[in-house]
């Protein structure tokens, strides 16, 4: 199984963000060794990445809280670094359970920086997000502001972080980059890989393309009241092809540099819910029907990002506009009315 090639280790890389990096980093020529357990993704993601690029993507199922799992995988390649994206990610499930998300998305950390550090590995790019903001304090949003997450799934991104900083601080050839997405959302224009959530989608565009299909009746539109253009609330949503590509950026960038940075990955401009079916509305040319009704509790106004450091530091900025994310994510949704099963 072992290969000569270096390779990058990705942690839940059947997800739908992990499956759209695998393809750039295929394309990148980066070898790839994807650990999934499936526990909210299907294998068939990774057969779909493999048909776009023309590659092989080994695999190592289960789960990164298995220690004997996880040598296997550093044994499979020689791994030179690895991108973090096994999570659960459900706020309202997080509140429920706190100790599943914990265990998961804290404790599976650990057990994978412990096999970093068996294995040498000292480059670690880590899936964080926006929600370590909580409510800002300031828009657009900087690195370098206060983090007081609203809920457990925040929690542990922060407590991920605060870890990989004192890793940093501890071992000066470490090197973290920890991606602050934004909302991503959108598909490969391929049509071939997507967002596929397992029951009613929590998120604002899967439930928009379900919709569309017919799947869903309409829309409910959460707070017409809120202090933003039209009422309803404001987010930076970014391609997962861009966001995808960010990482590609981001692998680089830790080959050059050691310690900890933070980095947002958005486009800096903000959509409001209605500007977004509009959107959709008009790059498909299919009705979106919607009601208002009262806000979601831990909602926020208005979140978008400041996206200049990561010019700076990783020469990579977000090119593709609301109009082409609805195209991609809708081209998805029809062709794979049931996602991959
Ligand atoms: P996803 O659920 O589609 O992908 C996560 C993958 O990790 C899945 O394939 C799942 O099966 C796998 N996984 C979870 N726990 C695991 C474990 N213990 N062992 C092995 N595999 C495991 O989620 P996504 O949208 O692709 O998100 C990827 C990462 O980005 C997550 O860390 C998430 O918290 C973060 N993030 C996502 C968003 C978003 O809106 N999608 C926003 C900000 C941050
Ligand atoms: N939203 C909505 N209806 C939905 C889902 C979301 O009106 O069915 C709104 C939500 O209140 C927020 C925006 O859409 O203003 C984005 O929500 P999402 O859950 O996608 O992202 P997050 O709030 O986690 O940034």
Redesign the pocket.
């Known amino acids: 199984m072992n290969s000569r090639l270096p390779a990058i280790l990705v942690t839940g890389g059947a997800g739908y963000v992990g499956s759209h990096t695998l393809v750039e980093l295929l394309a990148a020529g980066y070898d790839v060794v994807c650990v999934d357990n499936f526990s909210n993704s299907s294998p068939e993601a990774l057969r779909r990445v493999e048909r776009i690029a023309g590659r092989a993507v080994r695999r190592v199922d289960g789960d990164i809280r298995d220690r004997s799992l996880l040598d296997l995988a550093f044994a499979a390649a020689p791994i030179e670094a690895v991108i973090h994206f096994a999570a659960l990610k459900a706020?309202g499930e997080s509140v429920l359970r706190p100790l599943d998300y914990y265990d998961n998305n804290v404790g599976g950390t650990i057990c994978l920086l412990h096999a970093c550090r068996r294995a040498g590995v000292k480059r670690f790019v880590f899936s964080s997000s926006?929600?370590v903001y909580g409510i800002p304090q300031k828009l657009p949003l900087t690195e370098d502001m206060p983090l007081a997450p609203l809920n457990p799934y925040g929690a542990t991104k922060l407590v991920n972080e605060l870890l990989l900083r004192d890793l940093c601080a501890s071992d000066p050839a470490m090197s973290v980059a920890s991606l602050r997405y934004?909302?991503p959302?959108g598909a490969h224009p391929s049509g071939l890989i997507g967002e596929d959530p397992r029951d009613i989608?929590?998120?604002?565009?899967?439930?928009?393309t379900q919709v569309a299909i017919g799947k869903r009746e309409r829309?409910?539109?959460?707070?017409s009241d809120?202090p933003t253009r039209d009422g309803?609330?404001?987010?930076d949503y970014i391609h997962v092809v861009d966001l995808a590509l960010g990482h590609v950026t981001a692998l680089r960038y830790c080959a050059r540099s050691t310690g900890f940075v933070p980095i947002n990955l958005g486009t800096g401009r903000g959509t409001?819910?209605l500007e977004?079916v509009k959107a959709f509305e008009e790059a498909t040319a299919r009705p979106v029907p919607?009601q208002i009704?009262g806000?979601?509790s831990g909602?926020?106004?208005e979140?978008y990002a400041d996206a200049g450091l990561a010019l700076r530091l990783l020469q990579w900025r977000a090119t593709r506009d609301v109009k082409e994310m609805c195209a991609d994510g809708w081209r998805w949704q029809q062709g794979n009315p049931s996602g991959y099963s």
């Open positions: 706020v926006a929600t934004f909302n959302i989608p929590n998120n604002l565009f899967p439930f928009i829309l409910s539109v959460f707070g809120w309803t609330g404001v987010r409001s819910v977004l919607y009704v806000r979601r909602d926020i106004a979140c």
